[in-house]
């Protein structure tokens, strides 16, 4: 629930939930880049080096500025909900379930031709990265 807090608040879920956990961390996003293939390869170097630089810095920012959001929410949501925040051994069993899943998960979509696996790996890496 925690985890994306700026999430179920904008559609105002944090009405409606009674109980939350804090602490588990599957990976989220809160910008994205998007752009048809053909109108990016159509774009002259420089300006796809510009839309490179403001993608990177709109992640730090606003992935900061989400964290601190998120805290303001929790404080909030903490004064009439029960949140249950995981201890270390919980995260670790949490995120082995997570790894578990991923696993399967990526399997049963490679065998339909879906490249998840290298999609994932990078994923991981990122999120590693800036956590």
Same mark, same amino acid.
């Given at each position: 629930?925690? #985890?994306? $807090?700026?999430?179920? !608040?904008?559609?105002?879920? &944090?009405?409606?939930?009674?109980?939350?956990?804090? &602490?588990?961390? %599957?990976?989220?996003?809160?910008? &994205?880049? @998007? @752009?048809?293939?053909?109108?990016? #390869? $159509?774009?002259? !170097?420089?300006?796809? *080096?510009? %839309?490179?630089?403001?993608?990177?810095?709109?992640? +730090?920012? &606003? /992935?900061?500025?989400? +964290?601190? #959001?998120?805290? =303001? @929410?929790?404080?909030?949501? /903490?004064?009439?909900?029960?949140?249950?925040?995981? $201890? !270390?051994?919980?995260?670790?069993?949490?995120? !082995?379930?997570?790894?578990?899943?991923?696993? /399967?998960?990526?399997? =049963?979509?490679?065998?339909?031709? %879906?490249? @998840?696996?290298?999609?994932?790996? #990078?994923?991981?890496?990122?999120?590693?990265?800036? *956590?």
């Amino acid at each position: 629930m925690a #985890q994306y $807090s700026t999430t179920l !608040d904008s559609f105002g879920l &944090g009405e409606l939930i009674k109980y939350g956990t804090q &602490g588990a961390s %599957f990976g989220a996003g809160n910008c &994205g880049f @998007i @752009i048809n293939e053909n109108v990016w #390869q $159509s774009l002259p !170097d420089n300006v796809k *080096k510009a %839309f490179k630089q403001a993608a990177s810095e709109v992640v +730090d920012s &606003g /992935s900061k500025a989400d +964290d601190e #959001q998120n805290k =303001k @929410i929790i404080a909030e949501w /903490s004064k009439t909900m029960e949140i249950k925040t995981l $201890s !270390d051994a919980e995260k670790k069993e949490w995120n !082995d379930k997570y790894k578990e899943f991923n696993k /399967s998960w990526t399997a =049963k979509n490679e065998k339909e031709g %879906f490249k @998840i696996g290298e999609v994932l790996d #990078q994923f991981e890496e990122l999120l590693a990265k800036y *956590k």
